[in-house]
């Protein structure tokens, strides 16, 4: 349904870092990077999400959030610990989620800029 997402960031460096750390752990590489901006998605796919500095930038109000597919449960394991070595915050450790569905298993994360992040498996 969706060709991608974008995001605006106040300090692109930093977010950069941080996507790079927390993407790789679930397998995507950063596809493109630009003055203004980064992408990433899988390699040799095109982008699925994108970074872009915006001095006026401000997360989405509550409710919203980005579910990135993991591959296993390690790396979501490995993308939660990234995003909290990385200036994030934990919003939910790994585990499993019944309430979501019987083989439901999800991290979620704050990035720096304050966007809601979740990687998971269903």
């Known amino acids: ?7 605006g960031v106040r300090e692109l460096a930093r977010a950069t870092r ?8 679930l397998g995507y590489v950063r596809l493109w990077t630009g ?7 899988a390699a040799g796919g095109g982008e699925e999400l994108n970074i872009f500095q915006r001095d006026d930038a ?9 579910a990135f597919l993991a591959p296993d449960r390690p790396s979501i394991h490995a993308f939660h610990a990234a995003a909290l070595a990385n200036g994030g915050t934990d919003n939910g450790a790994p585990g499993p989620r019944p309430d ?22 269903q």
């Open 1 to 7: 349904m969706l060709g991608h997402i974008s995001l």
């Open 18 to 25: 941080f996507y790079d750390a927390v993407l790789g752990a």
């Open 35 to 41: 003055e203004g901006g980064v992408g990433y998605g």
């Open 58 to 66: 401000a997360p989405p109000g509550p409710g919203f959030h980005v």
């Open 100 to 121: 979501y569905g019987p083989a439901y298993y999800a991290a979620f994360v704050v990035d720096p800029e304050g966007h809601h992040l979740e990687a998971m498996l």
